[in-house]
């Protein structure tokens, strides 16, 4: 989650998370009972810094997924002495955490990129360990320009951003059902009168600061439950040599089995449960299914029996989104190479949200995000053409563009076969208790991780690494 964010929306959403919600009409979450009882989603978590628990009955545990959510199960169970295998589908570990070294030899993030908030996060906790470079981010250094590369004033947006959120947050406790967070924009921004003209610019900024925070378009998104979550204090920091190096770290000395695509899973309480893949089967006391949301609701994956109604509604009612990026790689600066960010203030641009990589590489290259309303548009399109679409934006700002244009890379992270997206959303209808539904274990021998599991911190790589901790630490306690 949270890619990129306006420092006002930021602090607005902070503000009004804590506001009134839980007298609204939808009554209290668990989270915020939880929070009202002084055992807080973080205080419940499973840190990876407790004394070890050794196994008492040595089992042989299966881990479908070697992403962020499988790697981090397996290497609790390992240590604690179980058989572990992990079986990955693609042919490298990561899931949607992927460092790529295509463009110049220089490792860039196509799928997660940033720890948001290193205070108490479990990921900045092993970075810390393993001696992991990072550097920070600073969401205020952003440039905003106009479509035709006119600098354009930030504060006039930002304001009229945050009286829309808060006409949304008003409007949402009135709710009697859950709709579209478009339903409600739509609503508070006839109740603002806002000009056409500005609310181009303001729709950007909703792309930038919502669409591309949630991985989700505004017509994608439940109303009332879009911004459930929890969120971390201190700085927000990049991998300059990749995320990667994080699960790398992780998964050393385990079992991990690339090119496993699991069809099939048959369970028993009593038999265990068998797996089967185009080319084995496997056979284990439990299994851990860490594969994404977006490949639960392909069902892509056949269950025997076959998933219970309430985990099946779960699956269905949670949405999965894409948030996608268009690296470009040039062979000099024509931007300004100091300045982090820079955003397009208007909607009718495809690419509104741009993060100089110069600063961090020392290597001219530009990222874009593309997500939201524009998810489905882009990735029906050719890499080529996605590529330059993004360069005929940058080529009405800036002069030197096609000239100096080396190679690109664009990600469609919605049609990836291993994950049909980038990660969970509350989709209209959806709620909270949808998420501890997909997370409950049936039979005591199939358990699910992930960060669609989660309800304190979902869509994020620390949520994934929490829930497989969960898992493991549930195992280890039976």
Same mark, same amino acid.
């Given at each position: !989650? +949270?890619?990129?964010?306006? *420092? @006002? ?7 009004? #998370?804590?506001? =009134?919600? /839980? ?12 929070? !009202? +009882?002084?055992?807080?989603? *973080? @205080? ?7 004394? #070890?628990?050794? =196994?008492? /009955? ?13 790697? +981090? ?406």
């Amino acid at each position: !989650m +949270a890619e990129k964010q306006y *420092t @006002a929306f930021i602090k607005r959403l902070n503000a009004l #998370k804590q506001s =009134a919600k /839980s007298n609204h009409a939808w009554g209290m979450s668990r989270r915020d009972f939880l929070h !009202m +009882a002084g055992i807080g989603a *973080t @205080a419940i978590a499973i840190s990876k810094f407790v004394p #070890k628990v050794r =196994a008492q /009955s040595p089992k042989t545990i299966i881990v479908i997924g070697a992403g962020a959510s499988g790697i +981090a199960a397996a290497n609790e169970l390992h240590y604690a002495g179980h058989s572990v295998i992990v079986l990955e589908a693609r042919d490298r570990i990561g899931g949607r955490v992927w460092t790529d070294t295509r463009l110049d030899n220089t490792p860039l993030d196509l799928g997660a990129s940033w720890i948001h908030g290193i205070t108490g996060n479990p990921i900045w906790n092993l970075a810390q360990e393993y001696g992991i470079t990072t550097r920070p981010t600073d969401y205020d250094d952003t440039l905003l320009y106009t479509p035709t590369g006119d600098e354009a004033d930030s504060d006039t947006i930002d304001n009229l951003l945050d009286e829309l959120l808060s006409a949304i947050d008003t409007l949402r406790q009135d709710l009697d059902t859950d709709t579209s967070l478009r339903d409600i924009v739509n609503q508070a921004i006839n109740e603002l009168d806002i000009a056409d003209a500005t609310r181009t610019a303001l729709e950007a900024a909703l792309m930038v600061s919502i669409e591309n925070e949630y991985g989700n378009s505004l017509e994608g998104l439940s109303a009332y439950y879009w911004d459930e979550s929890d969120e971390f204090d201190g700085v927000d920091v990049v991998f300059p040599n990749g995320y990667g190096e994080v699960f790398a770290k992780l998964a050393e000395g385990l079992d991990i089995r690339l090119n496993q695509v699991v069809t099939e899973i048959k369970y028993t309480a009593d038999a265990g449960v068998t797996l089967i893949t185009a080319n084995e089967r496997f056979s284990a006391d439990k299994v851990i299914l860490t594969v994404p949301l977006g490949v639960l609701k392909r069902d892509t994956i056949a269950f025997s029996p076959p998933l219970p109604q309430n985990k099946q509604t779960a699956i269905n009612r949670l949405a999965m989104g894409a948030l996608n990026k268009v690296y470009l790689l040039f062979n000099t600066v024509f931007w300004d190479e100091e300045a982090q960010f820079f955003d397009i203030n208007d909607a009718r641009v495809g690419f509104v949200d741009w993060i100089n990589f110069y600063p961090l590489t020392n290597k001219p290259i530009l990222m874009a995000f593309y997500s939201g309303r524009e998810q489905s548009r882009l990735e029906a399109l050719s890499e080529d053409a996605i590529i330059a679409e993004a360069l005929g934006v940058l080529g009405d700002l800036f002069d030197g563009v096609s000239e100096s244009f080396v190679r690109g890379i664009a990600t469609r992270w919605g049609q990836d076969p291993f994950a049909y997206g980038s990660y969970s959303s509350y989709g209209v209808g959806s709620e909270p208790s949808d998420r501890e539904a997909l997370a409950e274990s049936l039979g005591g021998v199939l358990y699910f991780a992930g960060e669609a599991t989660r309800i304190d911190h979902p869509g994020t790589v620390h949520g994934a690494v929490w829930s497989g901790w969960a898992v493991a630490e549930t195992i280890l306690g039976e």
